[in-house]
């Protein structure tokens, strides 16, 4: 059962433009919500999250939405540039299992000079 | 300042061989650890994790094991690899229970031929 969902595999966006990624889950308990960006070969890296309890966070060009209601949130990168280019995974944890993080699939965007 | 150091980064091994990767967390003490798996096309996932030393707890059935002999080290191992061992291992860490960040080591390429 994936409870966290990234249906998009890949996105490609222009440079300069905004990215959009997206993350469904379908378990109400979640109660914090994280990105991560990952390059080949390298381990993720954390790169903004956002408790349940908020409906947005911003930090520079990343944006975390958060919507409860529908069970989903997303990542806005603007402006994209090319050193974004990455794969994105959105991973979501509840309180009452501290223990671990349930990731997605992740999406692979790639920034086009 | 706390640093994660994960080994071998490259592996290649024959079906049936065994498996040891380690993984050793400095600049903290009593952190949680986590082995985590990306096989090729696929998300994060959670083979296991710990609390403590000696502590050990498996997400899913498989071919893998871990032990964590000293407080800052995490060990995965295998006696007999199957080809479908191979992928991205990631180690990870965090402070406690109720932090929300993982913090993810560079990771080890197998390949079981």
């Known amino acids: 059962d994936q409870q966290v969902k990234q249906n998009s595999p890949s996105l490609s966006v222009q440079e300069g433009r905004i990215s959009i990624l997206n993350c469904d889950y379908t378990n109400s308990m979640f109660d914090y919500f994280l990105w991560y960006k990952k390059y080949p070969a390298e381990g993720p890296t954390f790169l903004i999250s956002i408790s349940s309890i908020k409906d947005k966070n911003e930090d520079g060009r990343f944006t975390v939405f958060l919507n409860k209601s529908a069970k989903h949130l997303s990542l806005h990168i603007v402006p994209s540039q090319p050193g974004d280019s990455a794969v994105y995974f959105c991973?979501?944890?509840?309180?009452?299992?501290?223990?671990?993080?349930?990731f997605g699939s992740g999406t692979q965007l790639t920034v086009l000079p | 300042s706390q640093t994660i150091h994960q080994w071998p980064a490259t592996l290649v091994q024959p079906v049936g061989s065994p498996l040891s990767l380690e993984c050793t967390v400095e600049?903290?003490?009593?952190?949680?650890l986590y082995w985590y798996r990306q096989a090729a096309g696929r998300g994060l996932q959670l083979l296991f994790y710990s609390v403590g030393i000696g502590q050990i707890s498996s997400e899913v059935p498989q071919n893998l094991s871990a032990s964590r002999p000293q407080d800052r080290q995490f060990i995965l191992s295998s006696k007999k690899l199957l080809l479908s061992d191979s992928g991205f291992y990631l180690c990870?860490?965090?402070?406690?229970?109720?932090?929300?960040?993982?913090?993810f080591g560079a990771g080890s390429r197998l390949t079981v031929l």
């Open positions: 990870a860490w965090k402070k406690f229970s109720g932090a929300n960040v993982l913090t």
């Open positions: 600049g903290t003490s009593n952190p949680n």
């Open positions: 991973a979501a944890k509840y309180t009452g299992s501290a223990r671990q993080l349930t």
